[in-house]
T-cell receptor, first 114, second 114 residues
Framework: KQEVTQIPAALSVPEGENLVLNCSFT??????LQWFRQDPGKGLTSLLL?????REQTSGRLNASLDKSSGRSTLYIAASQPGDSATYLCAVGISSGSARQLTFGSGTQLTVLP | EAQVTQNPRYLITVTGKKLTVTCSQN?????MSWYRQDPGLGLRQIYY???????DKGDVPEGYKVSRKEKRNFPLILESPSPNQTSLYFC?????????????FGPGTRLTVT
């Protein structure tokens, strides 16, 4: 069964720092990996989607990488801002026949201090 | 505006009283799913649907029912809610097909069963 782990569970950094969030998964047979942001009491906002054939995706100050063989993904946030404070979740897409499912990590709670 | 909507956003009910949480998307997506989010357990998939009249169990389907009579709607039904179903529920949708597509999430429904 696919397991997704995110380390650290919580992270606090001063404004302006570059930071890396980690995601690891146990089964490399994935078809994509998606990073989400969740603000308190709100839904999930998709940040980046990496297909299994891709190595990385970039959007603004965010860069996500994927190494399927080692079962790892990282989310790099450049020049962090207080507005980046949120919980960041990674989810791997797995397929079984015609079925497709997302398995989520438990998230990293990020606080960017002004 | 492309979105996934859920109703109600907050619900407090008593054990055994049947309830339905509605989910609707306006993006003509084939794939829809329901998740629950609990502290320490993360997001877990309850049910998913590949298309109209096609539904299947996720990781935690016990105590829930779903139906997909129309492409845009995917209601979650709790026939006899119990306190262990107190949770934050999310509906999600994405395009169908073999290629993994970005999932879009609704704002969440916070359910309390007393």
């Amino acid at each position: 069964k696919q397991e997704v782990t995110q380390i650290p569970a919580a992270l606090s950094v001063p404004e302006g720092e570059n930071l890396v969030l980690n995601c690891s998964f146990t089964d490399s047979a994935i078809y994509n990996l998606q990073w989400f942001r969740q603000d308190p009491g709100k839904g999930l906002t998709s940040l980046l989607l990496i297909q299994s054939s891709q190595r990385e995706q970039t959007s603004g100050r965010l860069n996500a990488s994927l190494d399927k063989s080692s079962g790892r993904s990282t989310l790099y946030i450049a020049a962090s801002q207080p507005g980046d404070s949120a919980t960041y979740l990674c989810a791997v897409g797995i397929s079984s026949g015609s079925a497709r499912q997302l398995t989520f990590g438990s998230g990293t709670q990020l606080t960017v201090l002004p | 505006e492309a979105q996934v909507t859920q109703n109600p956003r907050y619900l407090i009910t008593v054990t055994g009283k049947k309830l339905t949480v509605t989910c609707s998307q306006n993006m003509n997506h084939e794939y829809m799913s329901w998740y629950r989010q609990d502290p320490g357990l993360g997001l877990r998939q309850i049910y998913y649907s590949m298309n109209v009249e096609v539904t299947d169990k996720g990781d935690v389907p016990e105590g829930y029912k779903v139906s997909r009579k129309e492409k845009r709607n995917f209601p979650l039904i709790l026939e006899s809610p119990s306190p262990n179903q107190t949770s934050l529920y999310f509906c999600a949708s994405s395009q169908g097909g073999a290629r993994g597509h970005e999932q879009y999430f609704g704002p969440g429904t916070r359910l309390t069963v007393t």
